[in-house]
């Protein structure tokens, strides 16, 4: 979990997992009335701690926009199976 304070006041919070190299932005909230720009912000440091973690993925989990079809190859991250 990273938690950026400004003036000891928390300007925004967000929750990371990582799994198998992944790391994965699962949750935020930010106070956007005193700190404008505060989830840019936390977005370019949570990348640059990716690489800096030797990530090989790294997902937002911010949905589908349509460009991803077109971009990029379609690979699942997650299969479930029940055991019958």
Same mark, same amino acid.
């Given at each position: 979990?990273? @938690?950026?304070?400004?003036?000891?006041?928390?300007? !925004?919070?967000?929750?990371?997992?990582?799994?198998?190299?992944?790391?994965?932005?699962?949750? !935020?909230?930010?106070?956007?009335?005193?700190?404008? !720009?505060?989830?840019?912000?936390?977005?370019?440091?949570?990348?640059?701690?990716?690489?800096?973690?030797?990530? @090989?993925?790294?997902?937002?989990?911010?949905?589908?926009?349509?460009?991803?079809?077109?971009?990029? @190859?379609?690979?699942?991250?997650?299969?479930?199976?029940?055991?019958?």
């Amino acid at each position: 979990m990273i @938690t950026v304070k400004i003036a000891n006041k928390i300007a !925004g919070v967000d929750l990371m997992a990582i799994y198998r190299k992944k790391y994965y932005c699962l949750k !935020g909230g930010n106070n956007i009335q005193d700190f404008s !720009g505060i989830g840019n912000f936390l977005s370019l440091y949570e990348i640059e701690d990716a690489i800096q973690l030797g990530m @090989t993925h790294m997902d937002f989990l911010s949905g589908d926009f349509g460009y991803k079809s077109e971009l990029f @190859t379609k690979v699942d991250q997650l299969k479930i199976e029940k055991n019958l």
